[in-house]
Structures are given as C-alpha cells and as structure tokens.
C-alpha cells in the first residue's frame, strides 16, 4: 500500500504564496512522473503542473510563470510553490504519482492520489 499525504493548503489574499507538499510512503520501488491537479467546484479535474523523475516540467498555461514544481526524490516528495495567487486558483489540489511497485517478485505501475487540500484565495 502506497500513501500520499498532502499539506499546505489554506486562505491567502489575492497577490500571496503558498506552498504545498505531497510525500509518498510505503511499498515504493520507484517513482516515475509526479503532479498536482485541481478541482474546482462544478468543473472538471485538470492538470495544473507535472515533473518526471528527471526533473523535466509541464504548467497549464493558466499558471505558467507563477507556479513552480519541484521534487526530492530522496523523499519521495513533489511541492508546488505558488506565487502572485489569484481567486481563480481557489480549487482542491491532489498530488499524484506513477509508482512502480514490486509485488509477488514482479514490477507493476500503479497510479496514487493524495487526499487533496484546499487552496482558497480572496480578492
């Protein structure tokens, strides 16, 4: 069993930061790509930012320029930085990550998500 733990999450004024963190525990034999994603009330789920195990990153263009990825992969944690946040922004945000897993003596892929934190910005 694999576990994503999300923190960081809160209210901040329009212009504020943030910083959220996502560490992934358990039976982990490596991590391929890590990302977060958002949902806001009555729209779709949508990729917001994603790295790979090699530090490569992609941004929706919507943040693009104010948000920031990174990972440890020593601790198998990905943060999100969040700069100059907008009321837009407001949304819950899940943490995944492509884990590879060893079970039975085999290698599988499997897909995890946190439990998501809420990121609330006020004009």
């Known amino acids: 069993q694999v576990q994503m733990v999300e923190s960081g999450g809160g209210l901040m004024q329009a212009g504020g930061s943030l910083r959220l963190s996502c560490a992934a525990s358990?039976?982990?034999?490596?991590?391929?790509?890590m990302g977060w994603y958002r949902q806001a009330p009555g729209k779709q789920r949508e990729l917001v930012a994603s790295i790979t195990s090699g530090g490569n990153t992609n941004y929706a263009d919507s943040v693009s320029g104010r948000f920031t990825i990174s990972r440890d992969n020593a601790k198998n944690t990905v943060y999100l930085q969040m700069n100059s946040l907008k009321p837009e922004d407001t949304a819950v945000y899940y943490c995944?990550?492509?884990?590879?897993?060893?079970?039975?003596?085999?290698?599988?892929?499997?897909?995890?998500w946190g439990q998501g934190t809420q990121v609330t910005v006020s004009s």
């Open positions: 358990g039976s982990i034999f490596s991590i391929n790509a």
């Open positions: 995944n990550a492509d884990v590879l897993r060893k079970v039975f003596g085999l290698q599988r892929r499997y897909e995890y």
